[in-house]
């Protein structure tokens, strides 16, 4: 099987502008999690989709969006961009219902640069 | 809020055994395990849930004392192969978020 494919894998984005990322879980995996990665903070949770809908969300600000579509796939959407937001941001799936008793299958992440 | 790991880095000799703890604050129905090395993915260790079950490679072994709400990852006779960085995630459980610590650095040198 194919893994986590994350697109694209580098970004180098302006303050204020927006950006998409996307995410393609493993076939027949239907939860897909977003988590941001940075050195200070380690891996920060997003939000959690399963068959569409957003299960969980973590502490972030409303400019972090996401959706799922019915093929599973997912993309998070961050607005108004600032330079706190330069990380890389990472993708996974499982093959359960709930992430908590899965094992998370990590996409390779997409490294966002906001100057 | 994030466990807590410890030691935050360690350093190893190739054949030397190793211990990471993982601390949580809170009752946890779940504890995994993920080692991420340089430029790569987080990769799956071991899942330990409530109640004993655990998940996982067969070389890896792990601890969940659930009263204490901690978790240990025995890494024994390390090899270079074994250096990355770890993390632990924690769940409160009901189909929760993993809540990840912040990471143990580990380097196995010759």
């Known amino acids: 099987k194919a893994g986590v494919t994350q697109t694209p894998r580098y970004l180098i984005k302006t303050r204020g502008q927006q950006v998409t990322l996307s995410c393609s879980p493993i076939?027949?995996?239907?939860?897909v999690s977003w988590y941001q990665q940075t050195p200070g903070q380690g891996l920060q949770f997003l939000f959690e989709?399963?068959?569409?809908?957003?299960?969980n969300k973590g502490n972030f600000p409303g400019r972090f969006s996401g959706r799922q579509f019915s093929n599973s796939r997912s993309e998070m959407n961050v607005s108004t961009l600032e330079l706190g937001d330069s990380a890389l941001y990472l993708c996974?799936?499982?093959?359960?219902?709930?992430?908590?008793?899965?094992?998370?299958?990590f996409g390779n992440g997409t490294r966002l640069t906001v100057t | 809020q994030q466990p807590v790991q410890s030691p935050q880095a360690v350093i190893l000799r190739e054949g030397e055994d190793a211990v990471i703890n993982c601390s949580s604050s809170?009752?946890?129905?779940?504890v995994h395990w993920y080692r991420q090395k340089h430029g790569e993915a987080p990769v799956f260790l071991m899942i330990?849930?409530?109640?004993?079950e655990q998940k996982g490679h067969e070389k890896i072994s792990a601890s969940f004392n659930e009263k204490k709400q901690q978790s240990s990852l025995y890494l024994t006779a390390s090899q270079l192969s074994y250096s990355g960085t770890y993390f632990c995630?924690?769940?409160?459980?009901?189909?929760?978020?993993?809540?990840f610590g912040t990471g143990t650095q580990l380097k196995v040198e010759l």
């Open positions: 996974a799936s499982s093959s359960q219902g709930s992430p908590d008793n899965s094992p998370l299958h």
């Open positions: 076939s027949g995996h239907r939860s």
């Open positions: 989709y399963f068959s569409e809908t957003q299960r």
């Open positions: 809170k009752a946890l129905y779940s």
């Open positions: 330990l849930l409530k109640g004993g």
């Open positions: 995630g924690t769940s409160t459980g009901g189909g929760n978020k993993l809540t």
